[in-house]
């Protein structure tokens, strides 16, 4: 069993994002039992709410629920690609894990993103530059001191590359003329070039060919193996967090409606919803 004091890599708590203007009837008239994230009262849209979980060392977190139900605002969120509406982040690699990242100044949080976290967004485009090459896009994000001149940053670039499975032959080529799974490969790349001790990883799979997609999961699972590195993984696809996750939140309007060891909950998801995801996959 997880104890409290067990090594935490990232502490969420009570994370919420509204997007809208708000009223004091928000949170009361939205969430799973509403079956909506939409306020009646005044329109806005609940994305994520009271969103709670510790993600240890060395562990995968899945992340599952049906689209629209918050999943990649939370890593958004996270990510401070979008601000939080409220709620609290914490790292432990940041000021000893005592200090709230959303409450950090901008230049912080972009020195907490650039070296402490990697993100593998769905779309490639959002995390690789179509006018950089595969070579250039890692080389963009290495940016510790160790990797000063061209020659370590070719060296870095092609290890992380050849990691990820793209032929070295192929790192001065452009991403467009990649297919979906090198492009996801090359994304996958960049995010690790720091050595960051996080990975979020949203629907990186999604749309992918099914034996495409087998071969990327092997790959984020060996480099997880490999690095010891936390991952939060998120996929609408229960398939997806079965193969990858430790431990499995369940996502519904915004809300986590059940969190525990993803065994637990393929074999006796407790909350209605999570049944229904489960048996639906059988
Ligand atoms: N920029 C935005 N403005 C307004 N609503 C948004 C925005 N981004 C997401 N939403 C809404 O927030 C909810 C959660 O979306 P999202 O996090 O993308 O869900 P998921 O990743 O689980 O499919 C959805 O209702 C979506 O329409
Ligand atoms: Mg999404
Ligand atoms: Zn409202």
């Known amino acids: 069993m997880r104890a409290d004091n067990d090594a935490f890599v990232l502490q969420v708590s009570r994370l919420s994002k509204r997007y809208g203007t708000g009223c004091p009837s928000c949170y009361a008239l939205t969430g799973p039992e509403a079956d909506s994230n939409v306020c009646p009262r ?3 849209i609940v994305a994520c709410h009271d969103v709670g979980f510790d993600l240890e060392e060395g562990e995968i977190l899945g992340i599952v629920g049906e689209s629209g139900s918050g999943k990649s605002t939370l890593v958004r969120c996270l990510y401070f690609d979008e601000e ?3 709620g609290e982040a914490y790292l432990a690699a940041h000021g000893g894990g005592t200090v709230n ?3 950090e100044t901008a230049q912080r949080k972009r020195h907490v ?3 402490l976290m990697g993100m593998v967004y769905q779309n490639p485009l959002l995390g690789i530059k179509p ?4 070579g250039g896009n890692v080389a963009e994000k290495l940016l510790t001191a160790e990797f000063y ?7 870095r670039a092609a290890t992380l590359l050849t990691r990820t499975e793209i032929p070295l032959g192929r790192m001065d080529d452009f991403p467009a003329h990649f297919s979906g799974g090198m492009q996801q490969r090359v994304q996958i790349a960049k995010a690790l070039a720091n050595n960051p001790p996080l990975l979020f990883l949203d629907e990186i799979t999604t749309g992918l060919d099914l034996s495409v997609q087998a071969r990327v999961l092997d790959l984020v699972k060996e480099i997880q193996r490999e690095l010891g590195i936390a991952m939060l993984v998120v996929s609408h696809d229960l398939g997806v967090i079965r193969m990858l996750a430790d431990r499995t939140a369940v996502m519904k309007n915004g809300r986590i409606v059940e969190i525990g060891l993803t065994d637990q909950i393929m074999e006796d998801p407790q909350h209605r919803y999570t049944q229904l995801l489960v048996h639906s996959m059988l």
């Open 101 to 103: 990242l959303f409450a």
């Open 42 to 44: 005044c329109g806005s």
């Open 131 to 134: 006018h950089f090459t595969a």
């Open 113 to 115: 993103r650039n070296h």
């Open 149 to 155: 001149n061209y020659g370590a940053i070719r060296q």
């Open 84 to 86: 939080a509406t409220g």
